[in-house]
């Protein structure tokens, strides 16, 4: 008897939807539509700005907001990366992947909680190694990673304003970690949207009471202040979404907003 809480949803997806469910090019549109369906929130909050002072409250740097020239800049280098790196990664995947066979079995819902968990964790460690080499080589800051520093407070849509070269490593693991860790596809689709809505967050410059480190007890989990302090100063908080590394490695900062002028 299959008792999962998932399998009605599983079922209607791969009945229904099969041939999409099954094109390797699936978890790239998933990925890169949720990025800008999750980014629109907090942009309207940034071009709304003062109108909006229940809002703006929440604002970690309110003397820092984004102008329409970062804006643009920002969306024009997500646009850029998204042409000439995700399209072609896209189509490349597209010829020498085969289509995914899709099980009739759901994942149970602890199945699907502990391997969002177990790929978040993964990730984690990786990318603050990545981050750190990215900020202790300086061949690979001034390439890839210096233009994600442009500005001393970040927002949503700077989350991808990143060199092409980083956001395809970041994409490679964000596939790859699901296969090492033999995910369901339901709980790696899962995973790829919450990642994407997490790293989101951590830039959005917003620290809401719903913000995920809020949620999470014990400091354990880093957030858009922590990440805000990473861009005031980039030697600190090197982790993309949790705390500990930076603990154990002795990177780890708490907010403390500096003067400097954006």
Known sequence: INDSLLQPLWDSMRLNYRDYLRSPLF????????????????????????????VQQFKIQPNRRPTASMLLHCAGVTLYNHVFFVIPASVAQWAWRPPVNLPDQA?????????????????????????LLHH???????????????????????????GGWELVTVGF??????????????????????????????????????STSRL????????????????????????????HWDKIFGTHADFSFSPAVQ
């Not at 989990?221 to 030697?235: A, E, F, I």
Request: with cysteine; charged share 10%.
């Open 107 to 131: 994942p149970s819902l602890l199945e699907l909680i502990v391997g969002v968990l177990g790929n978040l964790l993964l990730f984690d460690f990786q990318y603050f190694i990545w981050h």
């Open 216 to 243: 999470i007890p014990f400091g354990i989990y880093g957030g858009p202040s922590k990440h805000d302090v990473h861009h005031q100063k980039p030697n600190t908080n090197f982790a993309p979404h949790f705390s």
């Open 27 to 54: 978890p790239i549109a998933v990925t890169v539509s949720s990025y800008f369906v999750l980014c629109l929130p907090f942009l309207v909050c940034d071009v709304m700005g003062d109108r909006w002072a229940w």
């Open 136 to 162: 202790r080589i300086h061949w690979l800051y001034v390439t890839f990673h210096a233009i994600h520093h442009e500005y001393l407070s970040p927002f949503a849509l700077a989350t991808q304003c990143l």
């Open 173 to 210: 693991w964000t596939t790859l970690n699901p296969i090492i860790l033999r995910c369901h596809l339901l709980t790696t689709w899962a995973f790829m949207v919450l990642h994407v809505y997490v790293s989101i967050e951590d830039h959005c410059g917003y620290d809401f009471p719903w």
